[in-house]
């Protein structure tokens, strides 16, 4: 199978307007959806830098092409280059030296657009976290009953993601009419939108997409499995065989098979084979000797009596029909890495010898059972899904299903249910005072249905206390948080995982109040609780050995600080998505402790990978995007570069004003470094300004001994005497008003 790829332009000649530039977007978009154009040379190397695992092809017109060649061939991102010119000749010279560069083209439309990609995971002791999330993600989509209204959905999604494209357009169209559960297969053997986006939202673990495509995604294994049981439901059947697939890999992709040569090798899609070693030989570059790109051929064998992955033989009603002589296996496949040996006949092409294995790590298996409980409780189908898309990361596709079954919901206890799903989801988008309504209305049901000790009502406290903490309203979280610790040690174990959630909050909130021992004395208990209750790969755990690293900061103890972020980090890796928020969390607080220790390069490498992750999984007014604008501008202040510390910092402050109230202690912090760059930059009356501002909130909102209220007081003090010892200094207009408040203090 063959994936279309992003199309990526840059041209500092494009009119968007003009006739020929439409022509052009409407030819392309025949084999490409995804097209980003440019006009910039900077925004084109930083949006290429910051597409994550993302393939892209590139398209360079030739004025700009021996200047931007040079500086994003080496990126991991590119797959193929193009240069869009007249002069052949003299580009031939010099491209030479560059093999991802492709050709020089006269004319867009005749590029080929076209890669082979994978879903491979490779790891010696456990499978990666999207293979976990999407085997709980297909479970829990072949539980759903799918009604006709789905594919309807679906189907007006897809014309919306194809608009324009016509040749997709009579596909989708096509699909309306004439898709049946018996025809899934051939639906996703044809060429249409079908199998690039299926497999594109099972890699990004992307649940608006897989949710979309639910039905598609039942009906394909359904399939499957029943052709699995009609080909090897008998003793005849069950020979062994061999298939194979070819593909192209990194470098480093390649190193990692060599160093987990009798690890595990998973496959997150469903996944295209063919009994054919040439029909897979096909896939596999065998080009130059000095390309990056590497072909690799799975020889993989199968011992149908010896695995319960279903696959079958599809030649029959595959579009490819005999040609390719294709088998499909279900999603999630798992295979033992055998062997790998260099090819004689093709250079830089590799043979990968895998077995098809029902064996699973236990580790993993211990994990997925914890991930799969807690998806699981009191849930089904649709709830259950946005259960899991919760634990995944995925917001706002959670808060999507919880919107549509409250719709659809008139049982009361149920409705309280679904309140506490949409308030934990909009506690998550940051949209706090949405999440503390939706947490009421919960509570408010649970209060008239349920004695008053019951621990449903203790979770409802716990999380009003959580929102209340990120309000900056820590008394009233505190109050809130402790009475959802008493009601739980009242009603369960001493060791039950809801004590050491409210320890772990109780902690959060000591923290933010500058309590530190205590703080520090409540994360421990909820770790201790935690290692013993959960696998040590579980997330939870990751969160633990985070918010120890937090105190630790704050203590000024940046050392051990970044000893639990780095070990929080490790156990992240092993637990979650790569595009989960708190690989964001992570990154960022790293990037904080470099910033400390003055290590800013290592700090801003931090922030730009917290940040890449940030942007796609926040929305834009997100308070811990304006976290980060501030704390990035702290290392540009302590480079020297206070322009750009001013930029950044003001973009916080924008986002703060928009999304915190008046009072806010963060504000107070942004308000605070404001006042630290305007001094840096000699303006001591916006200096002043600033500085008073976040004074008086931190007054308002942090208790006296706080060291934040010291170190804001202290700061401004020193520069109310700056303006007083440089009058000259300050504008006209604001002189008096500054004096005025300086005789008045």
């Known amino acids: 199978m063959v994936q279309n790829i992003s199309l990526i332009w840059?041209?500092?000649?494009?009119?968007?307007?003009a006739p020929d530039y439409q022509n052009i977007i409407s030819q392309l978009q025949k084999n490409v959806n995804l097209i980003h154009t440019f006009t910039d040379s900077q925004m084109f190397i930083e949006f290429l830098e910051n597409i994550g695992d993302d393939k892209?092809?590139?398209?360079?017109?030739?004025?700009?092409?021996?200047?931007?060649?040079?500086?994003?061939?080496?990126?991991a991102q590119i797959d193929t280059i193009f240069i869009f010119g007249?002069?052949?000749?003299?580009?031939?010279?010099?491209?030479?030296?560059?093999f991802k560069v492709k050709g020089i083209f006269t004319e867009i439309t005749s590029i080929p657009m076209s890669i082979i990609n994978t879903n491979g995971t490779i790891t010696k002791n456990r499978l990666e976290p999207r293979f976990m999330y999407t085997t709980i993600l297909k479970e829990i989509l072949l539980t759903i009953k799918f009604e006709k209204r789905h594919i309807k959905e679906y189907v007006e999604y897809c014309r919306n993601v194809y608009a324009g494209n016509y040749t997709q357009f009579r596909k989708i169209s096509k699909f309306e009419r004439k898709y049946n559960q018996n025809e899934s297969i051939r639906w996703y053997t044809s060429n249409c939108f079908l199998y690039q986006m299926l497999n594109d939202a099972l890699r990004k673990i992307d649940g608006h997409v897989i949710t979309k495509m639910g039905f598609f995604i039942a009906d394909l294994h359904r399939q499957i499995e029943a052709l699995h049981k009609e080909q090897f439901g008998t003793s005849q059947s069950n020979s062994e065989f061999i298939v194979y697939r070819g593909q192209r890999i990194t470098e480093q992709e390649l190193d990692k098979i060599r160093q987990n040569i009798g690890g595990l090798l998973s496959f997150s899609s469903f996944l295209s084979t063919s009994k054919t070693r040439d029909v897979a030989l096909a896939y596999a570059p065998t080009g130059h000797k000095n390309s990056q790109d590497i072909g690799i051929i799975f020889v993989m064998t199968i011992q149908p009596d010896k695995s319960t992955i279903?696959?079958?033989?599809?030649?029959?009603?595959?579009?490819?029909?005999?040609?390719?002589?294709?088998?499909l296996f279900a999603m999630n496949s798992i295979f033992r890495i055998n062997d790998i040996q260099p090819m004689s006949d093709h250079p830089n092409c590799f043979t990968v010898h895998l077995s098809l294995t029902a064996d699973t790590d236990r580790d993993l298996n211990v994990l997925t059972d914890h991930i799969r409980n807690e998806s699981s409780s009191n849930e089904t189908g649709f709830s259950r899904l946005a259960s899991i898309l919760v634990n995944a990361g995925q917001y706002e596709n959670a808060q999507q299903i919880y919107e549509m079954l409250l719709r659809q919901q008139t049982v009361e206890n149920q409705k309280a249910l679904l309140y506490f799903g949409l308030g934990y989801t909009h506690y998550f988008l940051g949209e706090y005072d949405k999440a503390i309504s939706f947490y009421e209305k919960t509570l408010e049901i649970q209060e008239r249905l349920l004695p008053f000790n019951h621990t449903d009502l203790a979770n409802s406290y716990s999380n009003i206390g959580l929102v209340l903490y990120k309000m900056g309203e820590y008394d009233k979280s505190l109050s809130n948080l402790e009475k959802a610790l008493r009601i739980r040690e009242e009603s369960l174990p001493s060791n039950h995982l809801d004590i050491a959630n409210s320890y772990n909050n109780i902690g959060l909130v000591t923290d933010q109040m500058g309590e530190y021992d205590k703080a520090l004395a409540s994360f421990k208990i909820s770790l201790q609780i935690r290692e013993h209750e959960l696998p040590s790969t579980h997330h939870l755990l990751s969160n633990s050995y985070h918010n120890i690293g937090l105190v630790y900061f704050h203590m000024d103890e940046y050392d051990t600080a970044l000893t639990y972020y780095k070990k929080s980090l490790t156990i992240r890796d092993q637990s979650l998505p790569s595009?989960?928020?708190?690989?964001?969390?992570?990154?960022?607080?790293?990037?904080?402790?470099?910033?400390?220790?003055?290590?800013?390069?290592?700090?801003?490498?931090?922030y730009r990978k917290s940040f890449t992750i940030k942007k796609q999984s926040l929305p834009p007014k997100h308070p811990e995007l304006a976290r980060f604008y501030k704390d990035i501008s702290e290392v540009y202040l302590n480079m020297g570069d206070y322009q750009s510390a001013l930029y950044i910092c003001a973009e916080a402050l924008h986002i703060h004003q928009e999304s915190l109230s008046p009072n806010h202690p963060d504000l107070a912090s942004t308000y605070h470094n404001m006042g630290l760059i305007y001094e840096k930059l000699e303006n001591f009356a916006d200096a002043y300004t600033f500085c008073e501002k976040a004074v008086n909130i931190a007054q308002t909102s942090l208790s006296e001994k706080h060291p934040n209220l010291k170190k804001y007081k202290d700061n401004f003090g020193r520069i109310r005497i700056a303006c007083q010892r440089n009058p000259w200094r300050i504008k006209r207009m604001e002189c008096e008003l500054v004096f005025e408040a300086c005789e008045a203090r």
């Open 86 to 98: 007249d002069n052949k000749r003299f580009h031939e010279t010099w491209t030479k030296n560059w």
């Open 56 to 75: 892209a092809c590139v398209i360079i017109s030739e004025s700009l092409a021996e200047q931007i060649v040079s500086k994003i061939h080496d990126l």
């Open 579 to 606: 595009n989960h928020p708190y690989w964001a969390l992570s990154y960022h607080n790293i990037g904080l402790a470099y910033s400390k220790m003055g290590e800013y390069d290592k700090a801003l490498s931090s």
């Open 310 to 327: 279903p696959f079958a033989s599809i030649a029959h009603i595959s579009k490819f029909g005999i040609v390719e002589n294709e088998v």
């Open 10 to 17: 840059l041209d500092n000649n494009i009119d968007e307007d």
